[in-house]
């Protein structure tokens, strides 16, 4: 074999070899054979309750940090402690990973009573939620959550700057737990 011919056949071994690593983590990367990063549509299902929410992670290019946005589907009755509401706003978090199978986050959302015509706005902030936590990835796709609640009078918000002041004294606060499951793509 003259050394033309074998180096064109290493150069052809190598291209195959760097193309198959290259190929390796793409395929793998919707099948559980990647690190856990925070992205994509996620459903959180109350343990022990039909309390549920949806929500979408927009990670940052490392994929260990998030913005959530999201709906609360089935949550709490906090009427008895705030009066009725018509709605809930979005739900709004970040979240950090603090090791390779979880992190903590925090999160914000409000309680909306509808406001009739003639007032100049659609609506008045009856509550202010806050959730801060911990997850835990325990499979492909799947997080176990724990939540810390807290529920505030919108007057906790002195500074108005949309959030509870760092003194302000929660009405109501409570702890639940969710199993988290990643909406997979389609195959």
Same mark, same amino acid.
């Given at each position: 074999?003259?050394? @033309?011919?074998?180096r ?7 291209? &195959? ?5 290259? %190929? &390796?983590? $793409? ?17 959180? =299902? ?9 929500? *979408?992670? *927009?990670? /940052?290019?490392?994929? =260990? =940090? ?5 709906? $609360?589907?089935?949550?709490?009755? *906090? ?13 709004m ?24 015509p003639?007032?100049?706005? !659609? %609506?008045?902030?009856?509550? $202010?939620?806050?959730?801060?936590? !911990?997850? !835990?990835f $325990?499979?492909?796709?799947? !997080? @176990?959550?724990? @939540?810390?609640?807290?529920?505030y009078?919108?007057?906790?918000d002195? /500074?108005?700057?949309g959030?509870?002041d ?7 606060e409570?702890q639940a737990?969710?199993?988290?499951t990643r ?5």
């Open positions: 074999m003259t050394i @033309h011919r074998l064109a056949v290493l150069a052809t071994v190598v291209t &195959a070899a760097a193309c198959l690593l290259l %190929a &390796a983590p $793409i395929a793998m990367a919707d099948k559980g054979g990647g690190a856990n990063k925070l992205e994509g549509t996620w459903v959180a =299902r109350v343990v022990g309750s039909t309390g549920q929410w949806s929500y *979408v992670l *927009v990670p /940052d290019p490392s994929g =260990r =940090r998030a913005s959530l946005a999201g709906s $609360i589907d089935v949550g709490f009755s *906090v009427a008895p402690l705030f009066g009725p509401t018509d709605r809930s706003s979005m739900l978090a970040n979240l950090v990973m603090t090791s390779s199978k979880g992190g903590v986050f925090n999160s914000v959302w409000y309680g909306l009573v509808e406001l009739d003639p007032s100049p706005v !659609t %609506a008045e902030v009856k509550w $202010i939620g806050v959730s801060t936590g !911990t997850f !835990t $325990i499979a492909p796709g799947q !997080t @176990h959550v724990v @939540h810390n609640f807290a529920f009078t919108p007057d906790a002195a /500074d108005g700057d959030l509870p760092a003194n302000a004294v929660p009405v109501y409570t737990e969710t199993i988290d909406l997979m793509p389609p195959q």
